[in-house]
């Protein structure tokens, strides 16, 4: 089985619940990942633009530098709400 961490983003504290927001988007990753393995690791930004690349972003960030660690208990990345992680083209 596949080890997968989730990458989530709330972009504003004061329009959504930061719970509520992490919530749904493990609740959507748990779907997609379910026929190949289970979310191990949860990253998940609050309040930090997507427009930001990830190396500004506080909790990306330290999903890229866990990247690098062979030990890091994960072997893929699931990103359940593609328009809250990334922008542009």
Same mark, same amino acid.
Request: zero cysteines.
């Given at each position: 089985?596949? /080890?997968?961490?989730?990458?989530?983003?709330?972009?504003?504290d004061d329009l959504? @619940?930061?719970? @509520?927001?992490? /919530?749904?988007?493990?609740?959507?990753?748990? /779907?997609?990942?379910?026929? !190949?393995?289970?979310?191990?690791?949860?990253? !998940? @930004?609050? @309040?930090?633009?997507?427009?930001?690349?990830w190396e500004r972003r506080p909790q990306a960030s330290r999903m890229l530098r866990d990247l690098k660690d062979p030990g890091r208990g994960w072997d893929a990345l699931v990103v359940a709400e593609p328009q809250r992680a990334f922008s542009g083209t």
């Amino acid at each position: 089985m596949t /080890r997968f961490a989730l990458y989530a983003r709330t972009s504003t504290d004061d329009l959504q @619940d930061p719970a @509520d927001s992490l /919530r749904w988007q493990a609740e959507t990753a748990g /779907r997609l990942v379910v026929p !190949h393995g289970d979310v191990v690791a949860v990253y !998940h @930004d609050i @309040d930090k633009s997507r427009s930001l690349p990830w190396e500004r972003r506080p909790q990306a960030s330290r999903m890229l530098r866990d990247l690098k660690d062979p030990g890091r208990g994960w072997d893929a990345l699931v990103v359940a709400e593609p328009q809250r992680a990334f922008s542009g083209t």
